[in-house]
């Protein structure tokens, strides 16, 4: 167990609809990342976040938004889904340059 | 721009016998380099890491790595593979800019009893 919670598990959803993935970084950790595993775009940096200030971008769609909260909690909004968005989804959190890693959401659009 | 290379898709091995699982990296700095391991339906879990210091590296689990910079490869090995080490197995690299992991395309490590 990495100490990273990500809700939910598992999101089946439809083509143009919007869903929000859930993070809880560990205790402590200020940094949130955002990544997407796809069969076709392997594992891809999307957005980072520093506490509450978002630090770097990715390869992230215009469609995709994140944030985080004071309590460290971080959100991935997604938004005009399309069949290609099916996707795992993790997130991690870091301290010293090491990454920990959720269990991740699987994302599947019909 | 940084890239890492995992030029095996798919490795099968023989429980009980030795592997090296290859890993090659552009980056123009030092580089952190890393090893994950995925097992089906999970996330990821830090096999090890490298940031500076001595080039061979050890890790849970029984893995261990060396760092070759003329080489630019951060090569994973085990001697002696167990059943439940079948997993996908990803190599990256942090970049030191925006502290962002670029990962390999992974190999898949099958092992047969």
């Known amino acids: 167990d990495s100490g990273v919670t990500q809700t939910p598990k598992h999101l089946i959803t439809a083509t143009g609809q919007r869903v929000t993935l859930r993070c809880s970084p560990r205790s402590g950790d200020l940094s949130v990342y955002w990544y997407q595993q796809s069969l076709d775009q392997g594992l891809q940096f999307l957005i980072q976040y520093y506490n509450g200030e978002e630090r770097a971008k990715g390869n992230i769609l215009e469609r995709f938004s994140a944030q985080q909260f004071p309590d460290l909690h971080s959100e991935l909004n997604l938004s005009s889904l399309e069949l290609g968005d099916s996707a795992l989804y993790f997130c991690?959190?870091?301290?010293?340059?090491?990454?920990?890693f959720g269990p991740g959401t699987r994302l599947t659009v019909l | 721009a940084q890239s890492v290379t995992q030029p095996d898709i798919h490795i099968t091995v023989s429980e009980g016998a030795s592997l090296e699982l290859r890993c090659n990296y552009s980056?123009?700095?030092?580089?952190?380099l890393f090893w994950y391991v995925q097992s089906p339906g999970q996330g990821l879990q830090l096999l090890l890491k490298?940031?500076?210091?001595?080039?061979l590296v050890q890790g849970i689990k029984g893995f261990e790595a060396e760092f070759k910079r003329s080489q630019s490869s951060f090569n994973l090995r085990k001697p002696s593979v167990h059943w439940s080490d079948a997993a996908e197995y990803f190599c990256?690299?942090?970049?030191?800019?925006?502290?962002?992991?670029?990962f390999g395309t992974g190999t898949r490590l099958q092992v047969t009893l």
């Open positions: 490298y940031f500076s210091g001595d080039t």
């Open positions: 990256a690299v942090l970049t030191g800019t925006a502290s962002k992991l670029t």
């Open positions: 991690a959190s870091s301290r010293d340059d090491e990454q920990f």
């Open positions: 980056y123009g700095a030092t580089p952190y």
